[in-house]
């Protein structure tokens, strides 16, 4: 059984800063990518930001340069730090592991206030 629990989100204003993070436990092996996808009222989900296990990472080209992706391998953690928030990141944020096939947490609600 593969656990992936995501913390961090909350309310915060224009252009201030958030962190989530992103544990996954259970039976792993190991895991291939991990990434954060966001999902806003009446949208579909989409990617956020994405790591391999190599250290790789692609963004989606609204966050880059304010989002940073990262990762723990030895914790099976990986996190995402968001700066200068703007109101139209406000989503659900989810957490995305591909171990032997995708494993998504609960999602975490970021708000940016204008």
């Known amino acids: 059984q593969v656990q992936v629990v995501e913390s961090g989100g909350g309310l915060v204003q224009a252009g201030g800063s958030l962190r989530l993070s992103c544990a996954v436990s259970g039976s792993i092996f190991s895991i291939n990518a991990m990434g954060w996808y966001r999902q806003a009222p009446g949208k579909q989900r989409e990617l956020v930001a994405r790591?391999?296990?190599?250290?790789?990472?692609n963004y989606a080209d609204s966050v880059k340069g304010r989002f940073t992706i990262s990762r723990d391998n030895a914790k099976n953690t990986v996190y995402l730090q968001m700066n200068s928030l703007k109101p139209e990141d406000t989503a659900v944020y989810y957490c995305?592991?591909?171990?032997?096939?995708?494993?998504w947490g609960q999602g975490t609600q970021v708000t940016v206030s204008s």
């Open positions: 995305n592991a591909v171990i032997t096939r995708n494993y």
């Open positions: 790591i391999t296990s190599g250290g790789s990472t």
